[in-house]
């Protein structure tokens, strides 16, 4: 094996990493909400009614293990989380993302009117640079 097969055979372990732990349900919307300034645990359950409390605590204690976020008491009764550089690097992947599946659930949307407000919805949150 050359060093150039582990270095890619290193590569496409981590994208299929990376992909497991956003394909688990409500990670991207957790990611996506932190970059949407949604920081505190209520905020996520307000956002996401679904969502019970249990799996949340889960999926924030999972994110913080991979290094995507971190926690920082506030106070004892309040916990803010934000994305770390690590998490902060994944907003133009979520992002393309997000793009690519706005155009297909509008590929049949007749009205362009829409479809551009909904991507510069998209846009607001979740700026490229």
Not at 91 to 105: G, M, P, R, S, T
Not at 114 to 121: G, T, V
Request: hydrophobic content about 35%; glycine content about 2%.
């Amino acid at each position: 094996m050359t060093q150039d097969d582990y270095y890619f055979n290193e590569v496409y372990q981590t994208i299929d990493d990376i992909f497991s732990y956003l394909r688990k349900k409500w990670n991207i919307k957790i990611i996506k909400g932190l970059f949407c300034d949604c920081k505190y645990f209520k905020d996520f359950l307000e956002q996401h009614p679904t969502l019970s409390s249990k799996v949340l605590s889960e999926r924030l204690k999972e994110l913080e293990e991979k290094g995507i976020i971190e926690k920082k008491v506030v106070s004892p009764t309040q916990t803010e989380y934000y994305l770390t550089e690590k998490g902060r690097r994944l907003n133009k992947i979520i992002f393309e993302l997000f793009d690519f599946a706005l155009d297909e659930v509008m590929k049949d949307e007749k009205d362009s009117k829409l479809k551009e407000e909904s991507k510069k919805f998209l846009r607001t949150c979740m700026i490229t640079t």
